[in-house]
């Protein structure tokens, strides 16, 4: 099956602008969707398609993809973004229908 | 908008069942692909897996096949999730969610979560 590489941990200060990344073969087929989950909730998508976001979440939120990796941009970040993020696709190795996530970044606002 | 809502939380045994439900508000489950995901503690999402209406295919992640088994009563519109032979490592949190039709790849809503604990 496919997997999903992020990077565990990254940081950002106050108010300014960080990208978090997903690398993985699906992503030349699939576009990743994007997920903030904070402690003890479940997870929010904050991305989706080429770069959607749903109802209610900040424009400051967007989605890249170039190749095989995909991004999620906070532009202007905001104490509330400290969460995990957890970008997801299609397996493009097997069956269609299976789904893989990333293993997660943890994003600390400094 | 749909909603779920899932069961409350679970202590079992090991060697023992579970089955967790996830019912739907503001839609009807035909309508939906209801997926399940867990995630332990302190770690990351995994995919267990879920059912396609437009093919009317269930499938499992592959290290769950044998042991999970998803369900839908569609008269009450709940989903069901039941993992058997548990051991310590499926102490998670469970969730359902909802997957969009392919080739889109989102899940969107979630449920609020099932902990499930395996405990001796």
């Known amino acids: 099956s496919s997997e999903l590489t992020q990077d565990p941990a990254v940081s950002v200060a106050l108010g300014q602008t960080v990208r978090i990344t997903c690398q993985g073969d699906?992503?030349?087929?699939?576009?990743a969707s994007w997920y903030q989950q904070k402690p003890g909730q479940a997870p929010v998508l904050v991305i989706y398609g080429k770069n959607n976001r749903p109802s209610g979440i900040p424009d400051r939120f967007s989605g890249s993809s170039s190749g095989n990796t995909a991004s999620l941009t906070i532009t202007g970040a905001q104490a509330e973004d400290e969460a995990d993020y957890y970008c997801n696709s299609r397996d493009s190795s097997g069956n269609h229908l299976c789904v893989v996530f990333g293993g997660g970044t943890k994003l600390t606002v400094l | 908008q749909v909603q779920l809502v899932q069961s409350g939380a679970e202590v079992k045994k090991p060697g023992a069942s579970v089955k967790v439900s996830c019912k739907v508000s503001?839609?009807?489950?035909?309508?939906?692909?209801m997926h399940w995901v867990r995630q332990a503690p302190g770690k990351g999402l995994e995919w267990m897996g879920g059912f396609d209406p437009e093919d009317g295919e269930t499938i499992y992640a592959q290290k769950f096949q044998g042991r999970v088994t998803m369900t839908e009563d569609t008269s009450t519109d709940t989903a069901y999730m039941e993992l058997s032979s548990l051991r310590s490592e499926d102490t998670a949190v469970y969730y359902c969610?909802?997957?969009?039709?392919?080739?889109?790849?989102?899940?969107?809503?979630w449920g609020q979560g099932t902990l499930v604990t395996v405990s001796s």
């Open positions: 503001g839609y009807t489950l035909t309508e939906l692909s």
């Open positions: 699906s992503l030349r087929s699939y576009y």
């Open positions: 969610a909802t997957l969009g039709r392919y080739p889109n790849n989102w899940f969107d809503p």
